[in-house]
């Protein structure tokens, strides 16, 4: 089943604690799209692309 931006922007938060926003916020052609802010320091940024990346599979 295909998760909602909804979905993947909470299971985000809960298992790679990443804040993201999710695309419906924007409208009906947001769905299926998160959003990021990337205004952050290389390092931080990396840590973040870590963490996301350990959950991505099962988003």
Same mark, same amino acid.
């Given at each position: @089943?295909?998760?909602?931006?909804?979905? $993947?922007?909470?299971? #985000?938060?809960?298992? /790679? #604690? $990443?804040?993201?926003?999710?695309?419906?916020?924007?409208?009906? =052609?947001?769905?299926?799209?998160?959003? @990021?802010?990337? =205004?952050?320091?290389?390092?931080?940024?990396?840590? @973040?692309?870590?963490?996301? /990346?350990? $959950? /991505?599979?099962?988003?």
């Amino acid at each position: @089943m295909k998760k909602s931006s909804l979905e $993947v922007t909470q299971a #985000l938060i809960d298992e /790679a #604690l $990443v804040v993201t926003t999710p695309g419906i916020a924007f409208g009906p =052609a947001g769905e299926g799209h998160i959003r @990021m802010s990337i =205004a952050e320091r290389t390092p931080d940024l990396e840590k @973040m692309l870590d963490r996301v /990346a350990k $959950v /991505a599979g099962r988003l």
